[in-house]
Structure formats: C-alpha cells, structure tokens
C-alpha cells in the first residue's frame, strides 16, 4: 500500500504511511487480546506462554523511545534501509518456506480468510484515502 501511495504522491505517500502504522499500532492490544483469551483454554500442566511475543514488545519500547528521544535524519535513514532488507528477507523467508502442497491440503477456507483480509485492508486503505481527498488533505 504504501509502496503504490509513492506512486501518487509524497501527500498519499505520508498519509499511506500513517495508515499502515496505525494498522500496526492496533495489532498489539488484539494481541494481548488473543493471548488472554487462548491462555484460559490452555491444560493447567502446560508451560507458561508469554502474553506478548517479544517481538510486540520491542515494536512497543522503540515506539516510546522514538517518541521520547530525538533521532537524527542520518539514524532514521539508515534505520529505515535496515528495515526495508531486513523486511524484505522476511517475507522472502517465508515464501521459500510455504509449499504449494501444505496449503492446498489445508482447504479453501484458509485462502478464503486470506482472500477476505485482504479485500477488507484494501477496502479500509481506499476509504482512508477517499476520507482524506474529502477533507482536503490529499
């Protein structure tokens, strides 16, 4: 999303941004909200499952830092290359890992969820984009 706002304009591309991140903010308390509700259907024998991965809690400490302590420009940037590569060997990691066989074995439902969530974030990101050319901010 953000990468096709780029195509528009910087205005689309920062408001894009702001619309993915808020995506992102809102995936923790849903998080926390998973994890309580799958920890009471858990066996009383089983190990303790953390409530939040750790990696929801880095996300959530850097925010706060980065909100609290100034950065330079030369930090953001490079920060933000990182996490273009880094994200980018992710997502690469886990496509060589998904075989066609395991999905398929699983059913339509699962591709029907997926096609679902996507139509809905689609849907959600082109009436916040339509919302801000109706306000003027685009």
Do not use: E, N
């Not at 205005?11 to 909200?33: C, E, N, Q, S």
């Not at 499952?49 to 959530?60: A, E, K, N, Q, S």
């Amino acid at each position: 999303m953000v990468a096709a706002a780029f195509q528009g304009s910087p205005k689309a591309a920062h408001f894009a941004t702001i619309v993915k991140l808020a995506r992102v903010l809102m995936l923790a308390p849903l998080i926390i909200i998973i994890g309580f509700g799958r920890s009471r259907h858990l066996p009383t024998d089983a190990p303790p499952v953390p409530l939040l991965p750790w990696f929801v809690v880095g996300v959530i400490a850097f925010v706060v830092l980065g909100s609290i302590v100034p950065v330079s420009p030369d930090a953001r940037h490079i920060a933000g290359t990182t996490t273009g590569v880094l994200f980018t060997i992710a997502l690469a990691a886990l496509g060589l890992s998904t075989h066609l066989q395991s999905v398929t074995a699983r059913g339509y439902k699962p591709l029907v969820v997926g096609a679902g969530a996507w139509v809905f974030i689609a849907s959600f990101a082109l009436a916040c984009v339509a919302a801000a050319r109706a306000l003027g901010w685009l």
